[in-house]
């Protein structure tokens, strides 16, 4: 069954006893970076169930919003160095 975006929710629960975070998410960009990283850093990040992973508590992080200012110049920063945006994605 196909979840809405409103239903694709994340809920990231942590406590100051434990040093690591559980991550339990429906959405599917979230759920395929946390399985690669699984892959990649198994003594660090562990699939609990299909949609459940715990991670460091360093690894979740709150940050300031970027200015309009600050954007701009990460922009032209970028397009200086000749990067470019990745091609959109068409969700069947």
């Known amino acids: 069954m ?5 239903e694709q929710e994340t809920i ?3 406590n100051q006893a ?7 998410t429906h959405d ?7 399985r690669r990283l699984a892959e ?3 003594d660090q990040i562990v699939k609990k169930d299909r949609q ?7 690894c979740v992080s709150i940050r300031e919003p970027y200015s309009a200012e600050r ?3 990460a ?14 994605r068409s969700d069947p």
Not at 2 to 6: I, M, Q, T
Not at 52 to 58: A, H, S
């Open 75 to 88: 922009s032209e920063r970028a397009k200086a160095a000749g990067y470019r945006p990745p091609a959109k």
């Open 40 to 42: 990649k850093y198994p």
């Open 71 to 73: 954007r701009k110049a």
């Open 52 to 58: 459940t992973f715990l991670v460091p508590k360093r």
């Open 12 to 14: 990231i629960l942590y």
């Open 18 to 24: 434990e040093a690591t975070a559980e991550v339990y």
């Open 28 to 34: 599917p960009r979230l759920l395929e970076k946390l």
């Open 2 to 6: 196909k979840l809405s975006l409103h």
